[in-house]
DNA sequence: CCAACACTTAACCGCGTGGTTAAGTGTTGG
DNA sequence: CCAACACTTAACCACGCGGTTAAGTGTTGG
């Protein structure tokens, strides 16, 4: 679950509506689907597809249920991803303006 | 800057890479170049590729400074961003265990 | 058992993305 | 002025990704 593959996952909205589908718990690959797919016409093999890239970002989990496969979301997967962000974003606000940085380089 | 031009922008190593050496304050393509490709043989048009992307979805800006060009973070481009990750996994500590949702579909 | 169900895997395909080189655009220093 | 500098745009190419249909894998009701 490094951040690259967390990223390149979540930069596709089918599979970021599956994360908002998945939000009150579990639901079954099927139901999932009849979910996110309402609408678009997505066959089921491309949206297993997604789920396996979801699945190798460790952002969810598929477990085998009876003849079913419920797919959870797998808590702490997006830490990093938060982590990053906020220390990213922490020292964007104490940038001075945007010219002076070279302006000085320049003077030097 | 809708949110899925912003994770696409970040979805790639090199992207990243800008934003980290920006950190400290604005840098000439060039100079960003230099900090940023050291090893990797990429070629000048493919960088200058990446910041249009990165300026696209409202991460960077770039401004013309006599016969170079400035990038500077775009503070408070990444607040959808945040906001977003925050929200999502905010309910994710609540998800019940994996099964129990479904089994209560099944039983009802 | 086995037929049907719920998915997944396999094989394939078009196209967008990330890379290249070559040519173009501004902007000085001399 | 104009040559050189600092990039960007244009044109092109390979390959990975998101999609398809067809075939395969478990699992269970009857």
New interface residues.
Partial sequence: MPL?DV??A??D?TRRAV??AL??????VG?LARQVLTGEGMSAPAFSKHLRVLEAAGVV?R?R?GR?V?V??E??S??E??TW??S??R???R??D?????LE?EDA
């Fill in positions: 690259q990223l390149s979540l930069a909205p994360l908002e939000r009150p718990g579990g639901l079954t139901e989990r477990d249920v079913t419920v959870t979301l808590p702490s997006l830490d991803l938060a962000v906020e990213t974003t020292h964007w606000s940038t001075i945007r010219l002076d940085r070279y380089q």
